[in-house]
């Protein structure tokens, strides 16, 4: 494995796996590597500090407490929706990331190769710039 829980989910989803986790959550079966639970409870025995302390500091520490009590005696569950809770909030985090360097990429080389072209003549019949 990799030296964090952070890098891990980082290498294992491509942005397109991670941009579903981040919209229907790990519970949908998208988290491939993270389905059943000897992944889940493997993952979490490796990097249970990385992970308490990440959904601490994402959500607040009652936010752990939250998903102890919503396992009374259950660990295996507890251990589950933890480290499910922690790739959902990774996936949210690398997909934001993802898309505001795309979009600022966008802005500078992308919209002035745009804008020659809608110059040209056959953008001005087929393009439209429309700046927010």
Not at 49 to 67: M, P, R, S
Request: glycine share 4%; aromatic share 12%; charged share 25%.
């Amino acid at each position: 494995m990799t030296e964090t829980a952070f890098d891990t989910i980082k290498e294992t989803y491509d942005i397109e796996t991670l941009r579903e986790i981040r919209d229907h959550g790990c519970v949908s079966g998208v988290a491939h590597d993270h389905i059943y639970y000897s992944d889940t409870l493997t993952f979490f025995d490796h990097f249970e500090d990385e992970i308490i302390e990440y959904i601490a500091d994402t959500l607040g520490g009652e936010f752990n407490e939250e998903l102890w009590n919503n396992n009374p005696c259950n660990w295996t569950g507890y251990k589950n929706d933890t480290v499910w809770c922690f790739i959902e909030l990774v996936a949210s985090l690398l997909v934001d990331e993802y898309e505001d360097t795309t979009c600022e990429e966008l802005s500078t080389s992308t919209y002035e190769s745009v804008k020659e072209l809608a110059s040209t003549p056959w953008g001005q019949d087929h393009l439209q710039i429309i700046s927010a």
